[in-house]
Structure formats: structure tokens, C-alpha cells
């Protein structure tokens, strides 16, 4: 039998996840809950999946705005196997009550905190550790980014002390809010940045610290990596082992790729969904070693890159696949992989 | 039996053209042309679409990079009826002589001269006047934006003067390049603007001047629209003649819609391949009348909006359709229309 | 006897109308007013200039970061003859009881409600007007740079009808959180804009209607503007006409400067106090005419060109000078004009 | 007698360098030579500098524009004691052979090789170095930043190894022609960067790798420093080491001064000429340590970090002050340190 879904919120993450659900043989995606009737509403009821609504005040609201509802995020989640948290950060915490209520394990964005949960997950990281736990995190695109690139390379030759700094993007293209216009901001402005600890909370006894900066743009961030390796391995052997991973593009030499811009346009050509790219985009130039240094540029793609993880996280939590299998299959469905 | 067409260069508009053509069901792409062997190249053979190369010297090239190649440039106009030219501005006219040696009509982009050509083309502004011409040039997205506009407003009510100021995108989202980053210019700084004459290629009586400036957005252009019309029709009357074209998608009040990032994900949300916006964006709470002036803010996607014409184009010079017939098969083919 | 002058609000335009109130030789800074001890109350401490306390229960704020106080903004105003409110859109309001409990006439910035005040002011378009009003509102900086540029064209041609777009920077450079990043934004998206109604406060009977933009820059907002006049100058004779007038500065043909960074550049040459231009800054190339339609582009300096107006407001309350003599007062102390 | 200095080139460092130098009391500046009679020359007719045409053949534009010449560049060299050159990258070297010809020391800027010139210099770092050299090359704004940040770490504590990553703005604000806009770029995307080794132009034996990124911000770069020290001193020592550096400013934690556009406010809100910041700017709360493992932000500001290191340069090749003597007169004319 297929695995029950649902997604609660229908936003940047849920969006996307709700798709990649639906396209998944081992599950059903049994509905979407919204707050409110607006565009994204409509979209879920253009892709003909089920409509809940998170407030029972304005069921009314719906109605009027010709949006058809299936009934509550409460019956949603009463139905469902697992739930798939994907509202915005601080509004999971207030959620996990409701699911605690009818007993349906839940999945959080990486906004939430790690304390509200049994366990933090990434799915090249940790897949086992998320095993029948109730409240299960899925890291923030940035620790998603990190945590695939630092898993091979502590298994390949260990990792003594990473440093890393996060160059972020200001906001999503569709933010216009948010700032800055022509600056570039510390943030964090105290160090090390909060997004080291986060990766802790994947690999406990790395060693790790980082540092966050803004700026304007919007498509992806970019990560200038260091990690000191416990062995010298040439630059050739690590951009072999990491030419491997799944889930990472090694963006070939000579691509005319030169930064997020190209990186969209060459997702758009390959007929990407929402010009997604789930991979962590490493600059095959860029990687070289010094010494036992380590250096490289990833880019991350903000709105997509917890997507693919979410759904094993599915998997993760209900036992029904292994690690391998699970990714594979997630993979393959999705279009993973340039 | 099928239009043969070619479509030489396969950039920002050649690969879209390209892509446009192959979906028409009377129309075959017998291939695409391409100076270098870069990934452009190796997106036309991921494509399936024959790759021809433009400079002879460098066919070793092709070969070099594993890429094959079906032929030169020169054989694929031979065995074209019409060839696409969507090389960077300027080249095309440098290809005119290529095209009149095999008898090939030509269709050129909005880059090059009027003069180049017969006649410049808009499908709802001047679609026969195209009929048997040897070269013809699809005019720009601007032009192209406002002749749509324009075309509706001088048929229902008379068009007694229209003021335009162009903002323009600085670049494309991979020109990186391009500039400015922050600053709003005069471009060109002496008034009126070169838009306007070029709209009268289209519609050589219309009385019309603008104003262009260019600042550093990436997405689309942004026109402030003025027309003072001949008659005085309230805004809804505007509104509802406007929602009826079919190349003209009226933003509805209240979808959230601030900006053409959001536009941009509203085109994503729905499936559009490379977030493509064929369409004019009209935002409709902007539609106003003053007395006899008409005011409205309009969206344009410089990197698409012209495909669609290109299509029709091609049916226009070859008299294998009417416009309305053209107009109608392209929208249905494409997706046109949200 | 000199004009005491209390300026309360000691930000972005308060800190620089006190400067320019210091310069003035009819005039004593008598106070500034803060509702917190921060960076610009340090900087008024610096400067010289009695600080004044906003907020009673604040006081003792200000001592433990070692700021001396000359007392309560209350203080200030009962020992002033007039008040100049500079403080963020809104408060100015709020402070209105304030300043009529001691009868002490003030000035609020364009921020505020037209209808909070007796009369809107600009010094070339109405100077006349304020003269013993008790409340009056030095209108923004967009509505300032059209009312100078009007004034002239109106009195020599006639204004049959003004059609500007406003192309909005962003925010301010230091504003990092306002964006947006990359767009346009039709801002606000119904037409016509405010910008219109607020030029009518200052000329009733002009006939303008206005369209407001915002996009990711932040260094000055451009106006692209048309004016159908009552006669048909040629277009030198109306730079000539521009060229006379002490606030607009002309920016020669040939200069290089093609947008607003090239002109703070221009400005901090010439030693300008934070890079602030006091001008309007037309492109002398762009002014031109089509029949009786003239058309420019104008920058104006956001955080700036109100100073010299509300120096100007402070001697036409207080009718202690006429229009002509405070202008070149004005202009002849803060050194207006390149 | 006063030291006469020629500079040769009067762009965004040469204009600067030349007001530096015309208020020194040991130097007088003798003029600046310029290619072309534009905006730039007839600034410094109005400063008063003597103006030299650099081309002959260009002689007669000058005269042509009204600039009075007092000559050619080549009398200019043979009347100085020394030259800063202060042309384009690369313009440095062609001039080499001039100031060769005429005996004539010369300091170079950033963008010149390091092999041109017999030292590379800065003030803080080694400023003995250029003793009677003939040419020297004041190093970049990003090498002079990390010059005066390592030189104290380095003698109190002992580097064992730097990385760097270099946030760097796209352009200058004047630069209209320069991108990204809406991108994060690796920049140069081979690792490390060129930035280390020209740090080792100063410092021979530090070690240090360096990662350049290029961003849509124009008014300063921004580093986010790692130090892995030979000690382990807590964060409030190496704060106040920091602090006891004459050219570097420790932002106060609590100025609200988020970034370069606040720190640019700040510095015109006291006067600064042209808002310059030579200081290094280090967030005081960023600095702090992780076992031996130094971080934290600073901001360089790309356009006059060097200048008051190019004043310091004339004297260090003359031998006329040794560096204490230099660096505290240079300071205290320029009024370096807020």
C-alpha cells in the first residue's frame, strides 16, 4: 500500500514538495493545507490536489473565492500516514501539537528549531538516525548544501576542521521586500555564524565553524568552503569522489557557467521544474587542494534543495526503504542529476 | 508537406524559436546553426535537432568536442524554405547575402536594421504585409510589446498620441557582465527614443514618442504606458477590449502579483518551460482613463515574447495561413494564455 | 535679532537641516531633538548642537551612554520661534499638539498628510503662501523637483498638461532592509499616483498626472518627464529657460555623467557635504520637443533637495525675508548651484 | 625644502593621492598629468593644480576646451622628486621608461605586476622596504587591508596560516558598465586567488590562501577573515590590539552600522571628503576565537584605503621620515581615524 501524504502549507518548500510527492510510486500525496484562498490555493487546485484549510474561520473564505475544499488540515492529518510540515518558520512548532493529537508523524523545515524535534535529518548525513522518530527535522538548504559535501569527504579521508563562509542571497526572486539594494552585510554579524552548530546537529563531533554574509541577489547562495583534511589527497581524487555523490553537480571546466545566472539558464535548457536544482553545485575549477587544505565554491539553490530530502525523509521515518534505495528512487523519479 | 525551417543561432532566442518551431504540426526543424561547439551545442544535440556549423574552419572543432555535426550552415539554408536568423545583432545582416544566394527567405530579429528588410513584422499588427517577402524582421520585444498593445487600442478608439517610458532591464539573468548595479539610467539620453520610430515600422502613421532608462533588474522590462485616445471609454471598457487579445494576459487584482518576480513564478508555478512569458503583463488595477488619457503598467519577458512571432512569421512569408489561423495554432501549440 | 530654531528629529533630513540652519546668519540652531541616545545623537553632541530629549522616560538613557542633555524637546519648543519637524512620516502628526500648546510654528516634512497643515510649501513655486501660517509642510522631494521644474514652465509657456513617471530608488544606502533586489515594481500599481495630487498642493490649477516605480537602486530617484505646454519653444529655448533657474542644475552635454553615481561623484569633487545635490539635475541632451510636447529626465537627490526649501520655509512663515532674497540667502550659504 | 611630487594619472586614486599630497607640509605638488581635457581635468584647474597633458598630439583638445596647461607630462617628470603614478592598470608599466629617462622615482598602484617594480609597499608592513628604491608599487586596496590587519596578528601572536575570502563589490558606484546584477560570481573562480601571493609581496613567509567572490555592491569590499594563530589570546585582547592600529577602525558593537552603506553615512556625517573611509573597518563584535582559530569581518573601501599608503610611500623612498614619523603625520593631516 502507498504511503498516506500530506503536505501542511503550500508555499516556496510545500510546493515543491507536494510535486515530488506525487511523483513518487510508494506514495500518495492525500492533500495540501492552506491559511488562505490566494493564488497558490488555486494552484493546487489547477494541479488537482486536494484542498485543506488550516483555519476553520475561513472555510467561508474559500467558498467564496470558488475554491473548492476537501475539508481541514485536522481531518487531512487524521488521514494521512505522515505529515510534511512546510508552513513558515516558528508555525511548525505551534503545529506539532495537532500532530501529536492524531498520532501521525511529522516532517519540519529547517526553520524550525532542533530542540522541537527528535531528530535532525539529511538524507547522505543521517538516514538511519530518523528510524520511527515522531518529530523529524529536514536541515535548512544551507546545511543540506553542507552536510552532502562534508559526509563524503569525513568517510574519504576524515575531516580535521571545516571553515566555511556563507555568501547569501538577500531574499527569493519573488521577495521584493527584502533587502539589501547595494550592500554587503555580516549576518550574522557575531561569529561563528550559527549554520556550524546546525551542521552539528548532523554530525555530532564535527569540527566546524562558519560565517554568514548578505548580499543582493537572489537566485542561490554561494559557499566559499575550506576543510582541512586528515589526509593530502591531490584536487583530481577529491573532485573524483565527489563527482560520485548523487546529489552534487561538478560543474564541468571550460561550461561557461560563471555563476548562479548560468546555472539557472542551463537547469531552464534542461527543462527543469521551476528551474529547481536540487544539486549542490560545485565548481570543478575551483576545487584544489593546499597542503591538507581544502578549497572550493558550491552554489546552493535556496527554494529547492531540501525537496529530494524531504521525500527520503519520508521513507526515513516510516522504515520503508533503506538509504540507497530510497535516494536512488528519489533520484530517478525527479530528474536528479545533470 | 511540411515547412522546412532552419534557425540559424541558437542563443537566448534561437533555442526558444527552436523549440516553438518543432512543436508546430506544419512545420519540421531540419536544424540549427551554431558557431562554436560550447554547451549551446550540446543542448541542440541532447535535442535531437540536426546541428549545422556556421564557420567551416572550425568544423574540427565539433569533432573535437564529440559533438556531430549534420552539415555547414550554408547546406542547411539550402535545403531550408526559410531560414530563422537569430545570430546577435548584426550578424544578420552579415548572413543576408548567404540567404539571397539559395533563394532562402529570411526572417532577422529586432537587433537588426530596418532597413535591412522588406518589411518589419508584428502577427496582430501587420501580419500580411509579410506575404512573400524575402526578408523580413521580427521587431524587437519592445516593439513587439507595445504594437500588441497598440494595435487593439487604434482599432477600438483611435490613437490621437502615445508616450512611453521603457524601463528596461539592465541584462539577462546569465549576462553578468552588465550593468549597472546601482543606478537608474538615461538610455538613450537624448529624446525622443529610437522605440518609438521603430514602432512605426509596424504602424508607419501612429503618433507615438518615448523614453527609455535602464536599471539592474535581470527579469523583464517595465513600460509606463500614456495613450491619448480618440475617444474617452471608461477603464473598464479598456480593460475587458485588452483581456480579449489573446497575446495579453491581464494580471488580476488581488493575485499578490507585485513585480515580475512574482510573475515569473506564477509562469513557473504553471509549468512554463524556461519561465518563459510570452504575453504582455498587463496589470489591471493600473489600467486608468483621465479624460482622454489612458495610463497602464505592462510587463514585458525580453527573452521570449518575440518567439511566438517568429512562428507566425513564418506562415505570414510563406502564405501558408492567415494571421488568424497563424495567431490561433501558435497560441494552441505553445500554451499561450494563462 | 536672530530666528531661534528648534529642529526636532535629527535623522536623514534633520541632521541636514540643522546643518543648513547653522550657516544661516538670521538664524540660531537653538536644539536638536532625539528620541534616542544613538550614533545621531552622538553626532549632534559632536557638532556642537544642543540635544533635547524626545522621550521624558528616555532621559536617563541618554546619560548612561554620557550624552548631556540640554533638556526636553518641550523645552526646545517653548524656547523656539519656529520648529522644524523631521521626524519619520507620521510622528510629525503626533508632535502637532505639541507645538501648538506654546504657539510655536512649525514645519513638518512631506511625509504628512496634506491636510494636517494650512499650507503646502515650495519656494519657487509658492513662497508667499506660508507667510504666517502656523502650520506648514515642506512638500517631498519628488514633488519638490516637479514643482521647481513646473514653476518656470508654466510661467513662461503655460502647462497644458505634465505626465511624469517617477522611477523610485529603493531606499537609502544605509536602508538595508528595504529592497527590491531585482525588479521593477509598479509602486503603486493604481493610476494615477499620489505624486500628481501632491504637485495640485502647491499648483491647484496644473493639469498632471503621474506614475510611480520602484527599483534596486539607491542613490537618486529619476523622473521621466513630458509637459504638453501652451506654446512651442524650441528646445533651447527652454533649456535657457531651465539654465536660469537657481535650483536645477543642467548637466552639460559631453560630461560623461550618465546617471546618478556619476553625479554624487560629480558632487563629492566639488566638496559637497554628503554628497548631498540640492538641484534638480536635468540632462541637458534630453530636453527636446515634439509640437508642443517637451521631454526630460531629471534626477533628484531623495535625502537632499527639501534642505534649502525648509531653510526658505523658516523666513516665509516668519516673513522675515521675501521669496527672492531668502533663496539667494539660502543658495548663497550652502553653496547651491555647480 | 619640500618634496616635490608629480602625479600622473588624476582618476579615482590619482585625484585623491593629489589631495593627500597638497596637504602635507613637506610636500608640494608640483601637478597632474591627465590623457584628456574632461570633467576630471577641469576639476583640478579648479583646485588649482597645475595640469600637464600626458600625449602631446592631445595638446591642442586642452586648449581647445579652455584648461590651461602648464606643460607635458615628461616636464613634469624631470621637474619632480618623485612621480605616483596613478594611470589605468597596466598604463603603469608603459610609463616606466619615462620616469626611468628622467631619473625620476616612481611609485605604481595595485594593478601593476609586482616584477615592475624593485618593492611592493605598505606603510604598516614595510615600510623600510622602499628605502631609495626607484620604483616601488603601493599594493592593492584588498592587499593593503590585509597588510595592516596581519602585521599586528603576526607580531603579537604569530601566524600559522590565513584564509581569506574576499567579498568583493562589482564596481564602483560611477561604474555604470560593470556587473553582476543580480548574481553571486566566483571570481577568479581557480583556487587560491592571486590575493595570497600578492600578500606575500609584503610578507614574504606568511601563509595564506585567499578566495575572491565578485557580488552587486559598489561601495566596499567586505573579508571574512580566518586566522589560525600561533597563540591563543582571548577575543577582548586581540580586539584591543586591533584597536591600538592607527588605520584600523573597530566598529562599535551597538553604532547600528550593519554595513558599507552605514559606514559610508557614518563617515559623511563627519565631513569625510568624498565619504572616503581609509581605515580598515572590523565589526567589533565579529572578532573572536575558536581555540586558536581567529575570526571576523572587515570592510575595505576600494576607491582611498591606499591613498594615505601612497602619502607614506614618497617618504619612505625619499627617506625624509621613518615610519612612526610618516604614518602619524600622514594620519593627522588627512584626519585618519574617527
Known amino acids: 500500500m502507498t504511503i498516506q501524504v500530506a503536505v501542511n502549507g503550500y508555499g516556496t518548500i510545500g510546493k515543491r514538495v507536494a510535486d515530488a510527492v506525487?511523483?513518487?510510486?510508494?506514495?500518495?500525496?492525500?492533500?495540501?493545507?492552506?491559511?488562505?484562498?490566494?493564488?497558490?490555493?488555486?494552484?493546487?487546485?489547477?494541479?488537482?490536489?486536494?484542498?485543506?484549510?488550516?483555519?476553520?474561520?475561513?472555510?467561508?473564505?474559500?467558498?467564496?473565492?470558488?475554491?473548492?475544499?476537501?475539508?481541514?488540515v485536522e481531518e487531512m492529518v487524521a488521514a494521512a500516514d505522515i505529515v510534511v510540515d512546510a508552513c513558515p518558520s516558528g508555525i511548525g512548532a505551534d503545529n506539532k501539537s495537532l500532530y501529536e493529537a492524531y498520532d501521525t508523524p511529522a516532517l519540519y523545515q529547517g526553520g524550525e528549531d532542533a530542540d522541537l524535534v527528535d531528530v535532525s535529518f539529511n538524507a547522505r548525513g543521517n538516514f538511519e538516525a530518523a528510524t520511527d522518530a515522531d518529530h523529524v527535522r529536514v536541515v535548512s538548504c544551507n546545511t543540506t548544501g553542507l552536510s552532502r559535501l562534508l559526509a563524503p569527504l569525513q568517510e574519504e579521508y576524515g575531516v580535521e576542521k571545516a571553515r566555511v563562509t556563507l555568501v547569501r542571497r538577500g531574499g527569493d526572486p519573488a521577495q521584493t521586500g527584502r533587502g539589501p539594494i547595494n550592500d554587503i552585510l555580516p549576518n550574522p554579524v557575531s561569529l561563528p555564524s550559527h549554520h556550524g552548530p546546525d551542521v552539528n546537529t548532523i554530525f555530532p563531533d564535527l569540527n566546524i565553524d562558519t560565517l554568514g554574509l548578505k548580499v543582493p541577489a537572489t537566485l542561490m547562495h554561494t559557499h566559499s568552503v575550506n576543510v582541512t583534511l586528515e589526509a593530502t589527497p591531490d584536487a583530481d581524487e577529491v573532485r573524483d569522489a565527489l563527482d560520485e555523490q548523487m546529489r552534487i553537480f561538478l560543474i564541468p571546466e571550460g561550461a561557461g557557467i560563471d555563476g548562479a545566472g548560468a546555472l539557472k539558464e542551463f537547469a531552464m535548457d534542461r527543462g527543469r521544474p521551476r528551474a529547481d536544482i536540487w544539486?549542490?553545485?560545485?565548481?570543478?575549477?575551483?576545487?584544489?587542494?593546499?597542503?591538507?587544505?581544502?578549497?572550493?565554491?558550491?552554489?546552493?539553490?535556496?527554494?529547492?534543495?531540501?525537496?529530494p530530502e524531504n521525500v527520503d525523509a519520508i521513507r526515513a521515518v516510516l522504515g520503508t526503504a533503506d538509504a540507497a534505495e530510497s535516494i536512488e528512487r528519489t533520484n530517478g523519479t525527479m530528474g536528479i542529476g545533470f
Open 22 to 72: 506525487a511523483l513518487q510510486p510508494d506514495m500518495e500525496l492525500i492533500g495540501v493545507g492552506k491559511t488562505r484562498p490566494n493564488h497558490e490555493a488555486e494552484l493546487a487546485i489547477e494541479n488537482g490536489y486536494p484542498l485543506y484549510a488550516a483555519i476553520e474561520e475561513r472555510i467561508e473564505l474559500f467558498d467564496e473565492a470558488g475554491l473548492e475544499l476537501a475539508g481541514t
Open 279 to 307: 544539486e549542490n553545485c560545485i565548481w570543478s575549477e575551483s576545487v584544489s587542494m593546499k597542503g591538507d587544505d581544502l578549497y572550493l565554491f558550491q552554489a546552493i539553490h535556496q527554494e529547492s534543495d531540501v525537496v
